[in-house]
C-alpha cells in the first residue's frame, strides 16, 4: 500500500465525527501539503495520549501551544484507512517524538499494509495530548450506578433493574 514519511508536520491532530455513542474517530497527519486521515477506536486516541505523556514526563513543559485552528480536522469524512498498531519513540538529543501509524489489515491479506511516519515537536505531542483528554472525555457520560455508558436515547442499567 502506501508509506509516508513526515520529517515536519504542520499538525498532528485528532477528532470525533458524529453524536456520542455512534462517533467515528480519526488521527489526522497534516504535513508537506499532505493530509492523511486514519481511522480509529476511541481507545487508540487515549492510549497514544497517555503514551506520548509518559515518553515525555522527564521533558520540560513546553510553554507555547500551536494555534487552536492548526488543531482542527481538515476534510476527515473519508479516512484513508483503519489503524492497527501504533509505535511511538522520542529523541531527546532532538527533542522529537516519532510516531508510526500501521494500517490493519487481515491476517490473510498479503499485501503491505499502509504506514504514516510523522516526527513531531515537543509543543506538538503535548497538544496533542491535551486535545485527545477532550475528545475523549466529549462522549457520552457514565452511568454513576453500572459505570457503564448513558445513551442519549435512555439507558437500562442493570445494576437498578
Keep these: 500500500m502506501s508509506e509516508s514519511n513526515f520529517e515536519v508536520v504542520d499538525a498532528f491532530t485528532t477528532g470525533a465525527l ?3 455513542g455512534q462517533r467515528t474517530f480519526v488521527i489526522q497527519v497534516r504535513a508537506e501539503g499532505e493530509r492523511r486521515t486514519i481511522k480509529c477506536e476511541k481507545q487508540h486516541v487515549s492510549v497514544l495520549a497517555d503514551a506520548m505523556r509518559r515518553t515525555l514526563a522527564d521533558a520540560p513543559t513546553p510553554d ?5 485552528e492548526a488543531m482542527d480536522l481538515e476534510d ?10 501504533i509505535g511511538l519513540g522520542y529523541d531527546r538529543d532532538a527533542d522529537v517524538v516519532r510516531v508510526v501509524l500501521h494500517e490493519l489489515t487481515a491476517e490473510d491479506d498479503d499485501r503491505t ?9 515537543r509543543v506538538q505531542a503535548v ?11 466529549a462522549g457520552r457520560p ?17 445494576r437498578m433493574n
Design 127 to 137: 497538544a496533542f495530548c491535551e486535545l485527545a483528554d477532550r475528545v475523549v472525555a
Design 113 to 121: 499494509p499502509a504506514r504514516v511516519s510523522a516526527r513531531l515537536t
Design 64 to 68: 507555547e501551544r500551536p494555534a487552536a
Design 76 to 85: 476527515a469524512e473519508g479516512q484513508d484507512w483503519v489503524l492497527g498498531e
Design 18 to 20: 458524529g453524536r456520542p
Design 142 to 158: 457514565s452511568c454513576v450506578f453500572c459505570g457503564r455508558p448513558k445513551d442519549p436515547d435512555g439507558h437500562a442499567c442493570i
